[in-house]
């Protein structure tokens, strides 16, 4: 029987960090490596990354 879920994922991504870099850009090409990871060591499920955005600082999450 196939079966699906929808998860909601809050990641929260530090680190320290020159100013004059885009960080939310480094952080979300991190998160999806993260995720290739977690695909490989689990191998009969699909995973598949269908949105991720950066929070701006005073916009809700």
């Not at 695909?39 to 499920?45: I, S, V």
Request: net charge negative.
């Amino acid at each position: 029987m196939r079966k699906s879920v929808e998860l909601l994922v809050t990641v929260l991504v530090e680190a320290d960090d020159d100013d004059r870099q885009d960080f939310g850009r480094r952080a979300i090409s991190a998160v999806r490596d993260a995720l290739k990871v977690g695909r490989a060591r689990h191998p009969d499920l699909a995973m598949t990354v269908e949105r991720i955005v950066e929070v701006k600082e005073g916009e809700p999450s």
